[in-house]
Nanobody
């Protein structure tokens, strides 16, 4: 019923930039869902990266990415984006987008109802 597909991952050098996209199908955006980005490195738990309200007026970031990453959304296109600048090797992970049935976002994995399959981001030193 609700599908999320991430794209835009790849291999970049430290200090470079990458833009991730998450295309949603179904009723996700039309039902006022908040959206979030999470990431998971090998051997580590999935962690919060950024989130955005349905309206796009409120954004939230993990301290580790604040000032470097920017989350945005275009509800007309059913797409959420994550612009990543000044990438570091520690940013290497599989990045997932997620949808929350509430219009206001959360930093907690358990509050999200739908997940994409992820896209690999690798930052070389």
């Amino acid at each position: 019923q609700v599908q999320l597909v991430e794209s835009g991952g790849g291999l970049v050098q430290a200090g470079g930039s990458l833009r991730l996209s998450c295309a949603a199908s179904g009723r996700t955006f039309s039902n006022y869902y908040a959206m979030g980005w999470f990431r998971q490195a090998p051997g580590k738990e999935r962690e919060f990266v950024a989130a955005i309200t349905w309206s796009g007026r409120g954004t939230y970031y993990a301290d580790s990415v604040k000032g470097r990453f920017t989350i945005s959304r275009d509800n007309a296109k059913n797409t959420v984006y994550l612009q990543m600048n000044s990438l570091k090797p520690e940013d290497t992970a599989v990045y997932y987008c997620a949808a929350d049935q509430d219009p206001f976002p959360s930093r907690l994995l358990t509050d999200y109802d739908y997940w994409g399959q992820g896209t690999q981001v690798t930052v070389s030193s």
